[in-house]
């Protein structure tokens, strides 16, 4: 083995980070460690996703614990002689919260990190994700090993069962269960599938896991298949996965070699292998009996359950579909007991969830927390906040099959069940934080209009509720509501959930009707005042300059797209309201000093318009 | 239907497109008003659905009783001529004026001599014989010979094979060209017609010939959240196409996707392997520049 080296940069290499340059940044900080003479004595690892994805490209410096983020080339030279060769951390490119000076030099001080519990993500930043050894040196493959030399498949059931473990694609089916039905169908060969068509829009954990630790996934995978007695396994990933697609290959080779993976494991007489295979953009393939038909090379349009896929699934066999998170607790439950992990959550929901924390929040990132944990702590510990010192609106959670989640329930535990009492659902763990400038009827209808376009067809609930409700939204938004429309979105909503086929229609009303139950006199501002709360509607604002602010500077007149700015310079500027686009090009180009460009909506618009006239008559600025 | 009138003359004639009860309870009406009805359809017969109905609802009425006398009377009108085997290519001029032109579908029978006895569909001595047309063998055109073998041979022992075969013709060729896939067909034995719906069903993949480089603009949540919408539009117009579409010189072709998984990035989109985050609308005519430049 080689040397152990003075200090290890822990360089991330997930997709956030490698397009913002990471693997440059690497080489550049190889050159520069070159020059000085320090290769021997410094290695660089690149590691998966680090989850801080806000703060990419990022590094943590090992042992001190240091962490370096929004690095930039230049900032390389000046890091290498002032940390590696001087023994002096860089401050200024620690992480700084808003709003604060003083700059938190360690990981495990950051906030983001310190409320986090990491039980799948537990190699996260530490492991090269494309060496095994990595993960073996982490004490991997060792409960595959104890799973075979001592554990027959029903106690590993059992085990299993007894750790409370959910499905963590979002229904929270107890996986013990699950495995328990398939193992008791006669019909064979058994399959085994890895859900990773991560399709919800602001989601991206499982593609984390198969990115910063693969052999988890395969590990997990095959202690599954030797519990329900399966020798086939499949990966279905989404094809616009590519670096977790090219990890997890390189993953599995590396499994084959090491005899992990193929005839006759560890000398067991157990059998497995595992094969990748790819959708190619279709968001019903989540849906498992649609991904039995992907793999199938059928249409990839859902059925009728039952029988489930435990009995009847991929071919007609009976066949196990668990998400790649879900596989990923199973090493760690069976190294570390079902008892020490049933200690972790709530009464239902025990052991942890990974969420991507994203949207109008300070931190964005992946994070890991116990089940149970309240909103708050998330948004405001974790999350550090709403940035600008904006106000707090609402969390979306469960992706277009779930709801949002007002301020007055961010004390509330996350768990299953409460997130169903609130009219949201787990779902796969997108978490989308809205601020005060977020409207909820966009929302609304950007959640509908997307699974509008990702509806098979093949139930005409799903089908034409979605459009009628796309229509109604439509009109809403587009200030035509008509008295009436808000009660026909909620009888129309339930009545899509109940008579759709698969979980994608029965589950599709929930964003309008959970932001119905808590915003409700948002909608009702739409559809009898014309009015958009949030500033968001586009047939009901106006872009309007304030004479009084204006210093007459040209910028926003000479950027707008349209032409639609009047005015000379140092004279106050007036939008032409007729020939506006409302594109908000003004309001993005006028100084922050200044910010005389505002958005008005509702009643506000008539009596601006007239004070524009007024105005017209341009006075001179000095 | 050509009339050869002035611009500014009204012609005292309408035209009702489709022949189901709907157009030709309205051609009727037309008619009875005073105007001279051209009742156009595509099938070889007016009736449209509703002569395959046997009770209509929700009142249960008798669908032929319904229909039966309206076929009748638009049959005797002397305001009303039937163009059957029809469609519409264009329509040009204003209201009171317009020019229509129809593509007839050949008939083989002389219209106006047929009374519709029916002896000659009895009698047709090949009726109810499967007609099979003899289809010829697809061959591979030179530039996709080596390629399509070697994908066929790869995936020849597989289950299921259909997927992945697909997905290696995309990304060979970026698009699925017409012959490609019956020859897929022709080799695997899955029906054309079965091939054809997964290939539409999926985003990634395209009957058409796409541009080298496609723009995904990710609309997830988050990035719709954080102004996508906008950079969408601005996209459009910097490229001057719209979504789904490819530019001229097929360079480009402009796709929004939901989410690629880099939200913490919103504004995200992707080309190729290259991910640009944190986008603002100031970046887009640098991206579109550094591509086009790339290419000379």
């Known amino acids: 083995m080689a040397k152990k080296k003075r200090i290890e940069v822990m360089a991330c290499a997930g997709t956030g980070c490698v397009s913002g340059g990471a693997f440059q940044i690497i080489d550049a900080l190889e050159k520069e460690l070159t020059a000085h003479g320090l290769i021997d004595e410094i290695s660089i690892v690149p590691t998966g996703c680090n989850g801080f994805c806000g703060q990419g490209p990022l590094m943590v410096v090992i042992p001190d614990n240091i962490f370096y983020g929004w690095l930039t080339l230049d900032a390389i030279p000046h890091l290498v002689e002032e940390h590696f060769l001087k023994g002096r951390p860089v401050q200024k490119l620690m992480f700084t919260p808003p709003e604060e000076k003083e700059p938190f030099p360690l990981l495990s001080d950051i906030p983001f ?58 229904a929270g089916f107890p996986t013990g269960t699950k495995w328990e039905i398939a193992r008791k169908q006669e019909k064979t060969p058994r399959y085994l599938i890895a859900n990773c068509d991560e399709g919800d829009p602001g989601a991206y954990m499982d593609r984390s896991v198969l990115e910063s630790d693969p052999h988890s996934v395969i590990e997990g995978m095959s202690i599954a298949a030797y519990a329900i007695g399966s020798s086939d396994g499949f990966i279905y990933v989404r094809s616009e996965y590519p670096l977790a697609i090219e ?40 849906e498992e009996t649609s991904l039995i038909h992907s793999i199938e090379g059928d249409i990839p349009e859902p059925r009728q359950r039952p029988p489930f896929p435990a009995q009847s699934g991929l071919w007609g066999c009976p066949t196990v579909i668990n998400n790649v998170e879900t596989l990923a607790n199973v090493p760690v439950i069976i190294t570390r007991g079902s008892e020490w992990y049933s200690n972790i959550g709530t009464e239902t929901s025990k052991g942890t969830k990974i969420f991507s924390l994203v949207g109008k929040i300070n931190n964005t990132g992946l994070i890991e927390v116990p089940m149970g944990i309240n909103l708050r702590d998330v948004v405001y510990e974790i999350g550090g906040g709403i940035p600008n010192g904006k106000e707090f609106k609402a969390v979306q959670t469960g992706g277009p099959s779930g709801g949002c989640i007002p301020a007055s329930m961010l004390d509330s535990p996350i768990d299953y069940e409460s997130l169903v009492e609130a009219g949201s659902m787990m779902g796969s763990g997108g978490m989308i934080v809205m601020d005060e400038d977020t409207c909820v009827v966009d929302v609304s209808k950007f959640f509908i209009q997307f699974t509008n376009d990702e509806s098979c067809g093949k139930c005409v609930a799903c089908r034409d509720g979605s459009e009628a409700l796309l229509e109604v939204l439509d009109r809403i938004a587009g200030g035509e509501g008509r008295e009436g429309d808000v009660e026909f979105l909620e009888e129309l909503g339930a009545a899509v959930k109940d008579a759709s086929m698969c979980g994608l229609g029965q589950t599709l009303p929930n964003p309008v009707l959970s932001t119905l139950n808590y915003f409700r006199d948002e909608y009702e501002a739409h559809v009898n005042e014309k009015r958009c709360p949030a500033l968001v509607c586009r047939d009901m604002i106006q872009y309007y300059i304030d004479p009084d602010k204006c210093v007459g500077c040209l910028k926003c007149l000479k950027n707008c797209p349209t032409e639609a700015i009047m005015g000379e310079l140092k004279y106050v500027h007036i939008i032409e309201q007729d020939k506006c686009s409302k594109c908000g090009q003004c309001l993005e180009e006028c100084p922050p000093k200044i910010s005389a460009v505002i958005k008005v909506t509702g009643n506000d618009m008539d009596s601006l318009e007239q004070l524009t006239e007024i105005v017209a008559c341009a006075e001179r600025k000095n | 239907m050509q009339h050869s009138t002035t611009s500014d003359e009204r012609v005292g004639a309408a035209l009702v497109v489709g022949g189901g009860i709907g157009g030709m309870q309205a051609a009727l009406d037309l008619a009875e008003a005073g105007i001279k009805v051209y009742l156009v359809d595509n099938k070889p017969s007016i009736g449209g659905v509703m002569s395959q109905l046997d009770k209509t609802f929700p009142t249960n009425d008798c669908a032929m009783c319904t229909m039966a006398p309206r076929l009748v009377e638009i049959g005797r009108h002397k305001d009303i001529e039937k163009i059957t085997l029809s469609e519409i290519e264009s329509v040009t001029g204003q209201p009171g004026n317009f020019r229509v032109h129809l593509r007839k579908q050949p008939r083989y029978v002389d219209e106006t001599k047929c009374t519709g006895c029916g002896a000659c569909v009895e009698n047709c001595p090949t009726r109810n014989e499967v007609q099979l047309v003899e289809l010829g063998r697809t061959e591979l055109a030179p530039q996709h010979q080596e390629e399509v073998l070697g994908i066929l041979e790869r995936h020849r022992d597989r289950k299921g094979p259909l997927m992945p075969i697909l997905q290696d013709v995309n990304v060979a060729f970026n698009y699925f060209p017409e012959n490609v896939l019956r020859f897929i067909s022709q080799e695997t034995g899955y029906p054309l017609t079965h091939i054809n719906r997964i290939a539409t069903f ?21 990035c719709y959240v954080r102004g996508a919408g906008i950079l969408l539009e601005k996209f459009s117009e910097a490229l001057n196409i719209g979504v789904g579409e490819t530019t001229e010189d097929m360079l480009f072709t402009f796709k929004s996707v939901r989410c690629i998984g880099c939200c913490g990035l919103a504004p995200v989109m992707m080309t190729g392997d290259d991910v640009y985050g944190k986008l603002q609308t100031k970046d887009i005519p640098d991206i579109i520049k550094k591509y086009r430049q790339a290419e000379q």
């Open chain 1, 113 to 170: 990190f310190r409320k986090q519990l990491l039980v799948v993500l537990r190699n996260k930043g530490i492991i090269d994700p494309e060496k095994i050894e990595d993960y073996v040196a982490r004490d991997g493959y060792t409960a595959l090993e104890k799973v075979l030399s001592s554990m027959p498949p029903d106690t590993v059931i059992g085990e299993i069962s007894k750790s409370g473990l959910r499905g963590r694609g979002g």
């Open chain 1, 247 to 286: 990890r997890m290959k390189t993953a599995l080779s590396q499994a084959r070699e090491y005899g992990l993976l193929g005839s006759s494991i560890l000398d067991s007489g157990f059998d497995f292998d595992i094969e990748i295979r790819e959708g190619s953009g279709a968001f019903v393939c989540g």
């Open chain 2, 202 to 222: 999926y985003s990634a993949f395209s009957l058409k010939p796409i541009g080298k480089h496609v723009i995904n603009l990710c609309m997830g949540t988050a």
